[in-house]
């Protein structure tokens, strides 16, 4: 048990971005689907990319929260630095979202149409276009998590007493300031 926690705790920001990875997904996907259903939606052409569309919006409204909170746990304080991070999310995932609205359809058009057709409790489910969304959806969730990391949730690290010396400033300078101080009047 102790090593699996100790696996956990060194892998724990990429065991919880593959959860809600997975968790963001689902939502896209269960977004999508009852787009399809609820408008009577197809599975090809502007009315797929709709629904790709819309399913991105609301994943991306859940990824933030779950991503900011959950895996990189962001301590932003202000409501400036607040928007900030929700707004270089955005920028990012509109970037992944341009694959997530168009490769499916695309590789849909490359005849990469083949629905997902199975019976849930005794129900017939066709998902139409299911394997084009599968293999965007990885291409995507690699890409968000590299962004996510890199660009949006970055750690700064903490000021150390060098940084503070060497920035002239705070009280680790004024006792470097003091000890160099004592070791001239030490040398005379």
Excluded: C, H
Excluded at 136 to 159: D, M, Q
Aim: proline share 2%; hydrophobic share 50%; no cysteine.
């Amino acid at each position: 048990m102790e090593t699996i926690k100790k696996l956990f705790n060194k892998y724990r920001e990429v065991i919880m971005y593959l959860i809600f990875g997975v968790a963001t997904t689902l939502v896209n996907w269960v977004t999508a689907f009852a787009m399809q259903k609820i408008f009577k939606l197809s599975g090809e052409g502007i009315e797929f990319a709709i629904t790709n569309a819309v399913a991105w919006i609301v994943a991306v409204l859940f990824a933030f929260f779950t991503n900011k909170k959950y895996v990189f746990e962001s301590k932003t304080v202000g409501v400036k630095a607040y928007f900030t991070e929700m707004g270089k999310f955005i920028g990012a995932r509109l970037a992944t979202g341009a694959i997530e609205i168009t490769l499916p359809t695309l590789l849909v058009k490359l005849g990469l149409k083949q629905p997902l057709d199975v019976t849930v409790f005794g129900r017939n489910i066709v998902y139409e276009g299911f394997w084009a969304k599968a293999i965007t959806s990885i291409i995507v969730i690699i890409l968000n998590y590299v962004f996510s990391k890199l660009f949006v949730f970055r750690k700064k690290a903490e000021p150390t007493e060098n940084d503070a010396v060497a920035e002239g400033g705070g009280e680790p300078a004024e006792e470097a300031i003091e000890a160099a101080d004592a070791t001239a009047a030490e040398e005379q």
